[in-house]
C-alpha cells in the first residue's frame, strides 16, 4: 500500500491542509451560529443536566456515563449559538489532526478523509436530527462525539495494535472506548476486525478478529454477569437489545459470520484498503442525508414554527406559512393553531388552502404540534395528572421540558408544594433557572398567573366536573368544549362543529354567538347562511353581510343545477366558491376522500 | 516546597473553619431544617439525620449534645452532613436519653445561637433492613421501577430487583410486593407482571418463579400474606383497573372489578380458595402472629342498576371495605367462620392495609372514604385498634392532611413505617414512628438520607416500606435469572 507521512507530504498538499482546516472550521462555526438556531430549540427538550458533584457522580455510575455527562454538557452550550458552533469546529479540528497524524494516508485521499470530521460534525445539523429520534436529547451531541471516538478508536487500534502489536493494548482500548461510548465501542471493535481481516495475513488475522470481537462483546457481557449491571444499559444505543439473551447470542454469532464473510470478500483483493471504499462511501451517504434535510423547506420551517409558536410570534407564523408554495401539513397546522390564538380561524379555516385539511378528523386540535406543548398541557392539566409526560419521562427519562411540564401542571392544579419542589429543580439548571424564578411568582394561581395569555387560557377552560376517564384524548377534547365561557374556544369549538359537518351542535350553539362576536367570523356567517337558506331557519337575530349571503345562494343554486352529477358540480365550483364552507360542506370529506361525500342538493342539516 | 505547600495548605484549612461561635443565650425561633428532624424520637441505630438548616446565612453550626458528649458539624451551604460513626457511638452510648440539636448561623458576621432541638433517643432498636420499591408515581407506564434494599444503620442501598429491559429480556414487566416472611430476608416473595410474570418465590431451599394463574383463577396472585410458621401464603386475587379523575382532588382511581383469597401450599405447589364469591370483593390479607387468624377486607359488590348491570367504575365512591378475620385451623387447613372486626361501610367508610403488631395487641389500618386503592386518597389516615382495650383510634401525630398508606410494624413491635405523600401531595416518602408500649404514636421522621436534598430531588416514590432483620439472601443477578427461568405451573384444587 502507498503511504506518506505527515513530513514526506507533497508541498501543495502542506500547504492547502491548514487552509482547508481553516475554512472548514470557520464555516461550521458560522453555520451553527447562523442557521442552526432552530434545532437548538427544537432538541432544548434535552436530558436533565445539573451542575453539581452529585449529579456528576450518579453520571459516573453509568457505564457511557462519563460521555452522556460531557454529551448533556455540550448539548447546553448549543443553547449559545457561537459556543456551540465553536465546540463543533474544535472536536472537527481534533479528530481532523489526530486522523492526519495517525493514519499516514495517501495524499489522493486526504482531500476526502478531511470531510470524515465534518461529517462527524454535520451529524450535529439537520442531518443530525433526521438520525435523531427523540430518544435522549444528549444524543444531539452524543452523536457526533460517539461517532468521534468510535472513529479515533479505529484509527488508534489500527495505529496501536495492528502496526506495533499487543493483544493486550487492543483489550484495553476496546474496553476503555467502550465504557465512554458505549455501543460506539463495539462498533468500532467489529471494524477493527474487519480492518485487520484487510491488512493482515490469513492467520494472524483469525486471532486479531477473535480478539476485537472478545473485546468488543465478551468484556462488556462479563462486566455485565459478574460485575455489575449497569453496563448493559448501554445496549439500549447498541444494535442488539439485550446481549445476555440467547437471541442476543444468535445475533451475535450472525454478526461474526457476516463480519468473516465481509472479510472474506475483502481478502479477495488484498492490495484494496477497505478505508478507500468505506469510508468515501459514508461520507457520500451522510452528505446526501444532510443535502436532502436541508433542502427540505417544509422542515425547516416546521422547526421555525415551533419556536416561534412558544414565542407567541402568531403573525410571523401566519406570514411564513403564506411563504410557502406548498406547506406540509405540520406547516399548516401551526398556522391553525396561530390563526385560532388571533381570533382568525373562523375566517380563514376554509379560505387558506390546506388548513382545514391539517386539522385530523375528529375535530381535533392538529394534535402533531400542539401534542407536545399546548395539548399535552391541556391534557395534563385537565386530567390532574401526569400521565402524558409521566410516561415519557419513564419511557425516555427525565428532561426538563418535563420538569416544566410538571411544575405547569401543580400551578394549574393549586399544588404549590409540588410546584416548589419542580421550580426549586429546574432552579439548579442552567438554562431554566430564569424560567423557575419567574413562575415562581405564579404560585397560589395568582393574579399574574390567571392574567398570562395562555396559561389564563387554559386555566380558564379547565373543567370543573369530574368524571373518570383513561387519559383519552378525546374525553379531554371534550371537557375543553363543554367549557365555552371563553370566544376563542367558543370559536374553536364551532370550527370544530363545521369541520365535523355536525351542523345540529353549531345551531344548538349559535344562539350565543351574537353576545360573543361582534363581528361574525366569515365561516360561520356562512354556515348560518346555510342553514337559513336550505332548512329554512330564522337567522334574523345574526348580522350576516349581505355579499356573503348572497354567495351562499348563489352556491346554493349553481350546486343544484348539477343535479345529481356531483364529480362535475365539485370540479366546475372548485375554483368560484372552494374556499367557502357551503363547498367543504357539500364536496369535501373528513378525511379528504371522496366516500363521505353528501349528495348535493340533501338537507343540510343532518 | 513540600513544605511551603503544607503551610499555605494549613493556612487555607484554618481560614475555612472559620471563629466557632461563641456560648451566647440562644435567642429566636427554633430554627426550620429540613427533613424536618424536631421533636422526634429515633432508634439508637439509625442512620444519622442529615439535615438542612434552611435559614439564610454565611457559616452555620450544629452541635448534636447527648449526655456529655457531643459532635459538632460546620457547614457553609448550611447541610450538616454528621459524621456517621461519631453519630453512632454518640447514640449507642446514650439510649433513652434525649439528644440535643443546637443550631447558631453566622449572619451578618455575627453567630446567633438558636434554641436547640430536642429529640428523643428511642432504648429500641429498629430493623436493620428496609425494603420499598421505587417507581414514578402515575401508574401508566412501569418501564424504570426497582426494588431497592436500604440499609436503616447506613446509607448503603442495593437493588434487588429491576425492571428495565435490559434485564428482564427486552420485556416490559411491573414489578411488586417485595414481602418477607416474619421480618426474615430469607424468605422473601415478589410478584412480576407481563411476559415473564409470576410470583418469584425465595426461601433458604432455594428460588423459583411460580405461574401464579391458573385456569379455574380469574387473574395472578397479588397481595401476600405469609403465614408465620407454616409453608402457606395467602394471597388475594384481584382484576384491578386504573382511571384517572378530570378534575377532583384525588388524581387516581384503582380499583378492584372482582377479587378473591386463595392459600398457597408451598408443599404440594397447589392453590386453594379462601374466599370464592361473586357478591363480594376480599382482598389484603395478614396473618396474625399466631397465624390463628387471618384478617382481610371485604367489601359488598355495588347493586345491580335498572339494566341489571353492575359496575364498580360507575359506583367506585360506594364501595367500602369491612375489616373481617376468620380463624384458622392449621391441623385441617380450614377456615372459620366470618367475624367483622370493623364495620367501616355503615359509616361510609372503607378500611385496607390491616397489619398486626408483632405480639398481637395492636392492629393498624388505613381508613379512607371509600374504595381499595387509598393509598392515592387524600384523606386516608393510620388508625390503631387495640385488641387489649378494644379502642379504636388515629395515630394523632403520624396522621397528615396528606395520604399515609401502607405500613409495616418492625419485628419488635416498636417503629412502624409507612408511606406518606405530605411533603407534597403527590410523591410518597418512607416516614418511621415510634411506638410506645401502651400503642401511642410519636411525631414521624422521614427516612434519612445521605444527601439532605435527597427528596426534593428525587421523582420517584417510595412505595411498600417493609422492615427486615436480615438482608434478602439473594442478589439481583440471581433474582435476574430466576425471572428469566420457566415458571413452575401451581394447580388449583
Same mark, same amino acid.
Given at each position: 500500500?502507498?503511504?506518506?507521512?505527515?513530513?514526506?507530504?507533497?508541498?501543495?498538499?502542506?500547504?492547502?491542509?491548514?487552509?482547508?482546516?481553516?475554512?472548514?472550521?470557520?464555516?461550521?462555526?458560522?453555520?451553527?451560529?447562523?442557521?442552526?438556531?432552530?434545532?437548538?430549540?427544537?432538541?432544548?427538550?434535552?436530558?436533565?443536566?445539573?451542575?453539581?458533584?452529585?449529579?456528576?457522580?450518579?453520571?459516573?455510575?453509568?457505564?457511557?456515563?462519563?460521555?452522556?455527562?460531557?454529551?448533556?454538557?455540550?448539548?447546553?452550550?448549543?443553547?449559545?449559538?457561537?459556543?456551540?458552533?465553536?465546540?463543533?469546529?474544535?472536536?472537527?479540528?481534533?479528530?481532523?489532526?489526530?486522523?492526519?497524524?495517525?493514519?499516514?494516508?495517501?495524499?489522493?485521499?486526504?482531500?476526502?478523509?478531511?470531510?470524515?470530521?465534518?461529517?462527524?460534525?454535520?451529524?450535529?445539523?439537520?442531518?443530525?436530527?433526521?438520525?435523531?429520534?427523540?430518544?435522549?436529547?444528549?444524543?444531539?451531541?452524543?452523536?457526533?462525539?460517539?461517532?468521534?471516538?468510535?472513529?479515533?478508536?479505529?484509527?488508534?487500534?489500527?495505529?496501536?495494535?495492528?502496526?506495533?502489536?499487543?493483544?493486550?493494548?487492543?483489550?484495553?482500548?476496546?474496553?476503555?472506548?467502550?465504557?465512554?461510548?458505549?455501543?460506539?465501542?463495539?462498533?468500532?471493535?467489529?471494524?477493527?476486525?474487519?480492518?485487520?481481516?484487510?491488512?493482515?495475513?490469513?492467520?494472524?488475522?483469525?486471532?486479531?478478529?477473535?480478539?476485537?470481537?472478545?473485546?468488543?462483546?465478551?468484556?462488556?457481557?462479563?462486566?455485565?454477569?459478574?460485575?455489575?449491571?449497569?453496563?448493559?444499559?448501554?445496549?439500549?444505543?447498541?444494535?442488539?437489545?439485550?446481549?445476555?439473551?440467547?437471541?442476543?447470542?444468535?445475533?451475535?454469532?450472525?454478526?461474526?459470520?457476516?463480519?468473516?464473510?465481509?472479510?472474506?470478500?475483502?481478502?479477495?483483493?488484498?492490495?484494496?484498503?477497505?478505508?478507500?471504499?468505506?469510508?468515501?462511501?459514508?461520507?457520500?451517504?451522510?452528505?446526501?442525508?444532510?443535502?436532502?434535510?436541508?433542502?427540505?423547506?417544509?422542515?425547516?420551517?416546521?422547526?421555525?414554527?415551533?419556536?416561534?409558536?412558544?414565542?407567541?410570534?402568531?403573525?410571523?407564523?401566519?406570514?411564513?406559512?403564506?411563504?410557502?408554495?406548498?406547506?406540509?401539513?405540520?406547516?399548516?397546522?401551526?398556522?391553525?393553531?396561530?390563526?385560532?390564538?388571533?381570533?382568525?380561524?373562523?375566517?380563514?379555516?376554509?379560505?387558506?388552502?390546506?388548513?382545514?385539511?391539517?386539522?385530523?378528523?375528529?375535530?381535533?386540535?392538529?394534535?402533531?404540534?400542539?401534542?407536545?406543548?399546548?395539548?399535552?398541557?391541556?391534557?395534563?392539566?385537565?386530567?390532574?395528572?401526569?400521565?402524558?409526560?409521566?410516561?415519557?419521562?419513564?419511557?425516555?427519562?427525565?428532561?426538563?421540558?418535563?420538569?416544566?411540564?410538571?411544575?405547569?401542571?401543580?400551578?394549574?392544579?393549586?399544588?404549590?408544594?409540588?410546584?416548589?419542589?419542580?421550580?426549586?429543580?429546574?432552579?439548579?439548571?442552567?438554562?431554566?433557572?430564569?424560567?423557575?424564578?419567574?413562575?415562581?411568582?405564579?404560585?397560589?394561581?395568582?393574579?399574574?398567573?390567571?392574567?398570562?395569555?395562555?396559561?389564563?387560557?387554559?386555566?380558564?377552560?379547565?373543567?370543573?366536573?369530574?368524571?373518570?376517564?383513561?387519559?383519552?384524548?378525546?374525553?379531554?377534547?371534550?371537557?375543553?368544549?363543554?367549557?365555552?365561557?371563553?370566544?376563542?374556544?367558543?370559536?374553536?369549538?364551532?370550527?370544530?362543529?363545521?369541520?365535523?359537518?355536525?351542523?345540529?351542535?353549531?345551531?344548538?350553539?349559535?344562539?350565543?354567538?351574537?353576545?360573543?362576536?361582534?363581528?361574525?367570523?366569515?365561516?360561520?356567517?356562512?354556515?348560518?347562511?346555510?342553514?337559513?337558506?336550505?332548512?329554512?331557519?330564522?337567522?334574523?337575530?345574526?348580522?350576516?353581510?349581505?355579499?356573503?349571503?348572497?354567495?351562499?345562494?348563489?352556491?346554493?343554486?349553481?350546486?343544484?343545477?348539477?343535479?345529481?352529477?356531483?364529480?362535475?358540480?365539485?370540479?366546475?365550483?372548485?375554483?368560484?366558491?372552494?374556499?367557502?364552507?357551503?363547498?367543504?360542506?357539500?364536496?369535501?370529506?373528513?378525511?379528504?376522500?371522496?366516500?363521505?361525500?353528501?349528495?348535493?342538493?340533501?338537507?343540510?342539516?343532518? | 516546597?513540600?513544605?511551603?505547600?503544607?503551610?499555605? #495548605? #494549613?493556612?487555607?484549612?484554618?481560614?475555612?473553619?472559620?471563629?466557632?461561635p461563641?456560648?451566647g443565650i440562644p435567642s429566636g425561633q427554633t430554627p426550620a431544617i429540613a427533613p424536618d428532624y424536631t421533636d422526634v424520637?429515633?432508634?439508637? +441505630?439509625?442512620?444519622?439525620l442529615r439535615f438542612r438548616i434552611m435559614e439564610g446565612g454565611n457559616r452555620f453550626q450544629a452541635v448534636f449534645r447527648?449526655?456529655?458528649?457531643?459532635?459538632t458539624c460546620r457547614s457553609r451551604s448550611g447541610d450538616i452532613r454528621i459524621?456517621?460513626?461519631?453519630?453512632?457511638?454518640?447514640?449507642?452510648?446514650?439510649?433513652?436519653?434525649?439528644l440535643l440539636i443546637e443550631i447558631s448561623v453566622k449572619q451578618n458576621?455575627r453567630w446567633n445561637v438558636r434554641p436547640a432541638i430536642r429529640n428523643?433517643?428511642?432504648?429500641?432498636?429498629?430493623?436493620?433492613?428496609?425494603?420499598?420499591?421505587?417507581?414514578?408515581?402515575?401508574?401508566?407506564?412501569?418501564?424504570?421501577?426497582?426494588?431497592?434494599?436500604?440499609?436503616?444503620? +447506613?446509607?448503603?442501598?442495593?437493588?434487588?430487583?429491576?425492571?428495565?429491559?435490559?434485564?428482564?429480556?427486552?420485556?416490559?414487566?411491573?414489578?411488586?410486593?417485595?414481602?418477607?416472611? +416474619?421480618?426474615?430476608?430469607?424468605?422473601?416473595?415478589?410478584?412480576?407482571?407481563?411476559?415473564?410474570?409470576?410470583?418469584?418465590?425465595?426461601?433458604?431451599?432455594?428460588?423459583?418463579?411460580?405461574?401464579?394463574?391458573?385456569?379455574?383463577?380469574?387473574?395472578?396472585?397479588?397481595?401476600?400474606?405469609?403465614?408465620?410458621?407454616?409453608?402457606?401464603?395467602?394471597?388475594?386475587?384481584?382484576?384491578?383497573?386504573?382511571?384517572?379523575?378530570?378534575?377532583?382532588?384525588?388524581?387516581?382511581?384503582?380499583?378492584?372489578?372482582?377479587?378473591?383469597?386463595?392459600?398457597?401450599?408451598?408443599?404440594?405447589?397447589?392453590?386453594?380458595?379462601?374466599?370464592?364469591?361473586?357478591?363480594?370483593?376480599?382482598?389484603?390479607?395478614?396473618?396474625?402472629?399466631?397465624?390463628?387468624?387471618?384478617?382481610?377486607?371485604?367489601?359488598?359488590?355495588?347493586?345491580?342498576?335498572?339494566?341489571?348491570?353492575?359496575?364498580?367504575?360507575?359506583?367506585?365512591?360506594?364501595?367500602?371495605?369491612?375489616?373481617?378475620?376468620?380463624?384458622?385451623?392449621?391441623?385441617?387447613?380450614?377456615?372459620?367462620?366470618?367475624?367483622?372486626?370493623?364495620?367501616?361501610?355503615?359509616?361510609?367508610?372503607?378500611?385496607?392495609?390491616?397489619?398486626?403488631?408483632?405480639?398481637?395487641?395492636?392492629?393498624?389500618?388505613?381508613?379512607?372514604?371509600?374504595?381499595?386503592?387509598?393509598?392515592?386518597?387524600?384523606?386516608?389516615?393510620?388508625?390503631?385498634?387495640?385488641?387489649?382495650?378494644?379502642?379504636?383510634?388515629?395515630?394523632?401525630?403520624? +396522621?397528615?392532611?396528606?395520604?399515609?398508606?401502607?405500613?409495616?410494624?418492625?419485628?419488635?413491635?416498636?417503629?412502624?413505617?409507612?408511606?406518606?405523600?405530605?411533603?407534597?401531595?403527590?410523591?410518597?416518602?418512607?416516614?418511621?414512628?415510634?411506638?410506645?408500649?401502651?400503642?401511642?404514636?410519636?411525631?414521624?421522621f422521614?427516612?434519612?438520607?445521605?444527601?439532605p436534598?435527597?427528596?426534593?430531588?428525587?421523582?420517584?416514590?417510595?412505595?411498600?416500606?417493609?422492615?427486615?432483620?436480615?438482608?434478602?439472601?439473594?442478589?439481583?443477578?440471581?433474582?435476574?435469572?430466576?425471572?428469566?427461568?420457566?415458571?413452575?405451573?401451581?394447580?388449583?384444587?
Amino acid at each position: 500500500m502507498r503511504t506518506s507521512s505527515p513530513t514526506s507530504e507533497s508541498a501543495p498538499i502542506r500547504h492547502l491542509l491548514p487552509v482547508c482546516r481553516t475554512v472548514m472550521a470557520t464555516g461550521i462555526l458560522l453555520f451553527w451560529a447562523w442557521y442552526n438556531a432552530d434545532v437548538i430549540f427544537k432538541t432544548q427538550s434535552h436530558t436533565l443536566f445539573l451542575l453539581d458533584g452529585d449529579f456528576f457522580r450518579d453520571m459516573l455510575a453509568q457505564p457511557a456515563g462519563l460521555l452522556r455527562y460531557v454529551s448533556r454538557f455540550f448539548t447546553h452550550c448549543g443553547y449559545f449559538p457561537l459556543l456551540g458552533g465553536l465546540l463543533l469546529a474544535l472536536l472537527w479540528l481534533g479528530v481532523e489532526t489526530l486522523q492526519a497524524r495517525a493514519l499516514h494516508l495517501p495524499d489522493w485521499l486526504r482531500p476526502v478523509s478531511c470531510l470524515i470530521p465534518a461529517v462527524l460534525t454535520a451529524a450535529q445539523t439537520y442531518a443530525g436530527y433526521y438520525i435523531y429520534t427523540s430518544y435522549d436529547g444528549s444524543l444531539l451531541f452524543g452523536l457526533p462525539l460517539g461517532l468521534a471516538v468510535m472513529y479515533t478508536q479505529i484509527i488508534l487500534l489500527r495505529k496501536l495494535t495492528i502496526q506495533r502489536g499487543g493483544l493486550w493494548t487492543g483489550l484495553l482500548l476496546t474496553t476503555l472506548t467502550y465504557g465512554l461510548a458505549g455501543s460506539f465501542g463495539w462498533i468500532g471493535g467489529l471494524v477493527a476486525a474487519i480492518y485487520a481481516w484487510c491488512k493482515l495475513p490469513a492467520r494472524r488475522a483469525v486471532l486479531w478478529t477473535a480478539a476485537a470481537l472478545l473485546a468488543a462483546v465478551v468484556l462488556p457481557l462479563a462486566a455485565y454477569r459478574f460485575v455489575w449491571y449497569a453496563p448493559l444499559h448501554v445496549c439500549r444505543y447498541a444494535p442488539l437489545p439485550d446481549s445476555s439473551t440467547p437471541e442476543a447470542v444468535a445475533a451475535l454469532a450472525v454478526a461474526a459470520v457476516c463480519t468473516a464473510l465481509l472479510a472474506a470478500a475483502v481478502r479477495i483483493k488484498p492490495q484494496k484498503d477497505l478505508y478507500r471504499l468505506a469510508l468515501p462511501a459514508l461520507v457520500l451517504g451522510m452528505a446526501l442525508c444532510f443535502l436532502f434535510s436541508f433542502r427540505d423547506t417544509n422542515f425547516r420551517a416546521e422547526l421555525r414554527m415551533q419556536r416561534l409558536l412558544a414565542e407567541g410570534a402568531f403573525d410571523e407564523i401566519i406570514r411564513r406559512a403564506d411563504r410557502l408554495p406548498q406547506p406540509s401539513r405540520a406547516v399548516t397546522a401551526y398556522r391553525a393553531i396561530a390563526l385560532d390564538y388571533n381570533g382568525q380561524l373562523g375566517n380563514a379555516l376554509f379560505r387558506i388552502p390546506y388548513t382545514y385539511t391539517a386539522i385530523p378528523a375528529k375535530g381535533k386540535v392538529p394534535a402533531e404540534v400542539v401534542h407536545e406543548r399546548e395539548f399535552s398541557l391541556y391534557a395534563s392539566c385537565i386530567n390532574n395528572c401526569y400521565m402524558v409526560t409521566m410516561t415519557q419521562v419513564v419511557n425516555y427519562g427525565l428532561r426538563p421540558a418535563d420538569l416544566q411540564f410538571y411544575a405547569l401542571c401543580a400551578l394549574f392544579n393549586g399544588e404549590d408544594n409540588l410546584a416548589v419542589k419542580n421550580l426549586s429543580t429546574l432552579g439548579k439548571t442552567i438554562f431554566y433557572r430564569k424560567w423557575a424564578a419567574e413562575h415562581a411568582a405564579y404560585l397560589s394561581q395568582s393574579e399574574d398567573f390567571l392574567s398570562h395569555p395562555v396559561y389564563g387560557r387554559i386555566a380558564s377552560a379547565m373543567s370543573d366536573e369530574n368524571q373518570l376517564t383513561n387519559g383519552n384524548a378525546n374525553v379531554i377534547e371534550f371537557y375543553l368544549r363543554l367549557k365555552q365561557g371563553e370566544r376563542l374556544l367558543f370559536e374553536r369549538h364551532l370550527m370544530d362543529c363545521l369541520y365535523l359537518k355536525n351542523l345540529d351542535a353549531f345551531w344548538a350553539r349559535a344562539p350565543r354567538i351574537p353576545d360573543l362576536f361582534d363581528e361574525i367570523p366569515v365561516h360561520i356567517q356562512e354556515a348560518l347562511a346555510l342553514i337559513g337558506i336550505v332548512d329554512g331557519e330564522d337567522i334574523s337575530a345574526y348580522h350576516i353581510s349581505p355579499a356573503i349571503y348572497q354567495r351562499v345562494e348563489s352556491f346554493i343554486a349553481q350546486t343544484g343545477s348539477f343535479g345529481n352529477n356531483f364529480e362535475a358540480a365539485r370540479t366546475a365550483l372548485e375554483s368560484t366558491y372552494g374556499n367557502m364552507y357551503g363547498y367543504y360542506y357539500f364536496f369535501r370529506s373528513l378525511l379528504d376522500t371522496e366516500s363521505e361525500q353528501p349528495e348535493p342538493g340533501e338537507s343540510s342539516v343532518n | 516546597m513540600i513544605r511551603r505547600l503544607l503551610f499555605l #495548605m #494549613m493556612t487555607v484549612a484554618v481560614c475555612a473553619c472559620g471563629k466557632a461561635p461563641d456560648a451566647g443565650i440562644p435567642s429566636g425561633q427554633t430554627p426550620a431544617i429540613a427533613p424536618d428532624y424536631t421533636d422526634v424520637t429515633i432508634p439508637y +441505630n439509625i442512620a444519622p439525620l442529615r439535615f438542612r438548616i434552611m435559614e439564610g446565612g454565611n457559616r452555620f453550626q450544629a452541635v448534636f449534645r447527648a449526655g456529655g458528649e457531643s459532635i459538632t458539624c460546620r457547614s457553609r451551604s448550611g447541610d450538616i452532613r454528621i459524621p456517621r460513626r461519631a453519630w453512632k457511638k454518640l447514640l449507642e452510648a446514650h439510649r433513652d436519653e434525649d439528644l440535643l440539636i443546637e443550631i447558631s448561623v453566622k449572619q451578618n458576621g455575627r453567630w446567633n445561637v438558636r434554641p436547640a432541638i430536642r429529640n428523643h433517643i428511642a432504648a429500641d432498636p429498629i430493623d436493620t433492613y428496609l425494603t420499598y420499591r421505587l417507581l414514578e408515581p402515575g401508574y401508566v407506564s412501569y418501564g424504570n421501577m426497582v426494588i431497592q434494599e436500604r440499609n436503616l444503620e +447506613n446509607f448503603r442501598t442495593r437493588t434487588l430487583v429491576s425492571n428495565r429491559r435490559e434485564l428482564a429480556a427486552g420485556t416490559d414487566c411491573c414489578i411488586n410486593c417485595h414481602t418477607p416472611r +416474619n421480618h426474615d430476608g430469607s424468605f422473601t416473595l415478589f410478584q412480576v407482571r407481563g411476559p415473564l410474570g409470576g410470583a418469584v418465590l425465595s426461601t433458604p431451599d432455594g428460588a423459583t418463579r411460580l405461574n401464579m394463574k391458573t385456569d379455574s383463577t380469574f387473574a395472578a396472585t397479588v397481595y401476600p400474606a405469609w403465614h408465620p410458621t407454616l409453608p402457606r401464603i395467602v394471597f388475594s386475587i384481584n382484576n384491578i383497573g386504573q382511571l384517572f379523575h378530570t378534575a377532583d382532588v384525588q388524581k387516581i382511581e384503582v380499583f378492584d372489578s372482582r377479587s378473591d383469597l386463595v392459600i398457597y401450599d408451598m408443599d404440594t405447589k397447589t392453590l386453594s380458595p379462601v374466599c370464592r364469591t361473586d357478591d363480594a370483593l376480599e382482598t389484603f390479607p395478614v396473618w396474625s402472629p399466631d397465624g390463628k387468624f387471618l384478617y382481610y377486607c371485604s367489601a359488598a359488590m355495588p347493586a345491580a342498576d335498572s339494566t341489571g348491570e353492575v359496575s364498580v367504575i360507575r359506583d367506585y365512591r360506594h364501595i367500602h371495605y369491612d375489616l373481617i378475620r376468620r380463624p384458622y385451623d392449621a391441623a385441617t387447613g380450614t377456615f372459620g367462620t366470618v367475624e367483622i372486626m370493623v364495620r367501616a361501610s355503615s359509616s361510609e367508610l372503607s378500611v385496607t392495609f390491616p397489619r398486626i403488631s408483632p405480639d398481637g395487641r395492636f392492629l393498624l389500618f388505613c381508613l379512607s372514604e371509600y374504595g381499595t386503592f387509598s393509598i392515592w386518597h387524600r384523606n386516608t389516615d393510620l388508625y390503631l385498634i387495640d385488641f387489649e382495650t378494644q379502642a379504636l383510634r388515629p395515630l394523632e401525630k403520624a +396522621n397528615s392532611r396528606e395520604t399515609e398508606s401502607y405500613h409495616t410494624w418492625s419485628s419488635n413491635g416498636r417503629w412502624i413505617v409507612f408511606s406518606s405523600r405530605r411533603d407534597d401531595g403527590n410523591y410518597t416518602r418512607p416516614y418511621i414512628v415510634y411506638m410506645d408500649k401502651d400503642g401511642h404514636d410519636h411525631k414521624p421522621f422521614v427516612l434519612p438520607q445521605r444527601r439532605p436534598d435527597f427528596y426534593d430531588r428525587l421523582l420517584k416514590s417510595f412505595n411498600i416500606p417493609e422492615f427486615m432483620i436480615t438482608p434478602a439472601s439473594r442478589t439481583w443477578r440471581q433474582y435476574d435469572d430466576i425471572i428469566r427461568t420457566p415458571a413452575t405451573q401451581i394447580t388449583y384444587q
